[in-house]
Nanobody, 115 residues
Framework: VQLQASGGGSVQPGGTLRLSCAAS????????MGWYRQAPGKQRDLVAT???????VYAEALKGRFTISRDNAKNTAYLQMNNLEPEDTGDYYC??????????WGQGTQVTVSS
């Protein structure tokens, strides 16, 4: 499986970004797609995931500001990030898990929130 992430960038506090992650090359259907993030010097943490059937899991602190969605036909997941804060700065990694439970990570896309 190959994952192509896009949409990162630099914004001011209060700004918005939308990340996309397109999966290709999977032999088996992809079940879960999602996003994790890693701030400088910190561990990689869950942002949000969505199953093929639409079930979502969010990091509690991000509920209400971040929204995950996906287009199953395109094997693409999206992360809408609103009201961004400097603490949201980091590298955002896309994850895809197929129905056999095998994980693939994307290359990471950088998000910087700064005034």
């Amino acid at each position: 499986v190959q994952l192509q992430a896009s949409g990162g960038g630099s914004v001011q506090p209060g700004g918005t970004l939308r990340l996309s992650c397109a999966a290709s090359g999977s032999i088996l259907p992809i079940n879960v797609m999602g996003w994790y993030r890693q701030a400088p010097g910190k561990q990689r943490d869950l942002v949000a995931t969505m199953s093929r059937g639409g079930s979502t899991v969010y990091a509690e602190a991000l509920k209400g500001r971040f929204t995950i969605s996906r287009d199953n036909a395109k094997n693409t997941a999206y992360l809408q990030m609103n009201n961004l804060e400097p603490e949201d700065t980091g590298d955002y990694y896309c994850l895809a898990m197929d129905i056999a439970g095998r994980n693939t990570w994307g290359q990471g896309t950088q998000v910087t929130v700064s005034s």
